[in-house]
Nanobody, 122 residues
Framework: QVQLVESGGGLVQAGGSLRLSCAAS????????MGWFRQAPGKEREFVAS????????SYADSVKGRFTISRDNAKNSVYLQMNSLKPEDTAVYYC???????????????WGQGTQVTVSS
């Protein structure tokens, strides 16, 4: 398995931006599809974005499309989530995760980070 550690969360005003990072260690990072998920209090974990092994293919939830961008740097064993035009409804704990197949389903991801809190104030 691959070990994942997120960073970059924090408190930001509506309309602002944050960039989340996820550093991977362990098995070959480039062999994994990477995803970002989020979970707000009292809600189920939901898909945010995913990126293919080479970075050539991305997928986004409709709620973040056009505002968030997922990217990866295989040389640095890292995946990123650039979040722009943030809204209060984006407030959640954000998790990065690794999978063998590109999917929006959390159960397809076998490795998870500990999460980083993002809070957007109105």
């Amino acid at each position: 398995q691959v070990q994942l550690v997120e960073s970059g969360g924090g408190l930001v005003q509506a309309g602002g931006s944050l960039r989340l990072s996820c550093a991977a260690s362990g098995r070959t990072f480039s062999g994994y599809v990477m995803g970002w998920f989020r979970q707000a209090p009292g809600k189920e974990r939901e898909f945010v974005a995913s990126i293919s092994r080479t970075g050539g293919g991305t997928s986004y939830a409709d709620s973040v499309k056009g505002r968030f961008t997922i990217s990866r740097d295989n040389a640095k064993n890292s995946v990123y989530l650039q979040m722009n035009s943030l809204k209060p409804e984006d407030t959640a704990v954000y998790y990065c995760a690794a999978a063998f197949l590109q999917s929006r389903a959390p159960e397809q991801y076998g490795s998870w980070g500990q999460g980083t809190q993002v809070t957007v104030s109105s």
